[in-house]
C-alpha cells in the first residue's frame, strides 16, 4: 500500500552483499536523496547498485519523478564511484527497467 524503495548493495563480481530500505512513503510517493541511498553502500564497500522501488497502483511504469531520481542518483554514483546498475520499478503486472529503457 506504500512506496518504498530498496537498494541492492554489490560487491565487484555483482554478489549482494546486503540491501536496505531508503525510504518508505505514501501511496503515491517516496522522497529519496542520494545521501541517503549511497550512504550505506559507501560504509559497506559496495561496488555497485541497484535500486528498486514499487508503485502500489500496479502500474510499472516510471513517473516523470522517477527518471529525474534515476538520473540524479546515477551522477551521484558516477562522482563517488559506485556504479548504479539499473532501477527497477515494480508492479502489479509486471516491472520496467529504466536501464532497459535507455533511461540510466
Known amino acids: 500500500k506504500r512506496e518504498t524503495f ?11 552483499i546486503r540491501d536496505f530500505v531508503v525510504s518508505q512513503g505514501s501511496l503515491t510517493q517516496s522522497i529519496v536523496h542520494p ?3 549511497f550512504e550505506p553502500a559507501i560504509r559497506n564497500s ?6 528498486v522501488h514499487n508503485h502500489p497502483s500496479g502500474d510499472p511504469t516510471p513517473s516523470r ?5 534515476t538520473k540524479r542518483l546515477k551522477e551521484t554514483g ?21 536501464a532497459d529503457q535507455g533511461l540510466l
Open 46 to 51: 559496495a561496488a555497485s547498485v541497484l535500486f
Open 78 to 98: 558516477d562522482l563517488i564511484g559506485i556504479r548504479v546498475l539499473d532501477h527497477v520499478i515494480i508492479g502489479e503486472s509486471g516491472y520496467a527497467s529504466l
Open 35 to 37: 545521501r541517503e541511498a
Open 65 to 69: 519523478e522517477d527518471i529525474e531520481i
Open 6 to 16: 530498496i537498494a541492492l548493495l554489490l560487491d565487484a563480481k555483482n554478489r549482494l
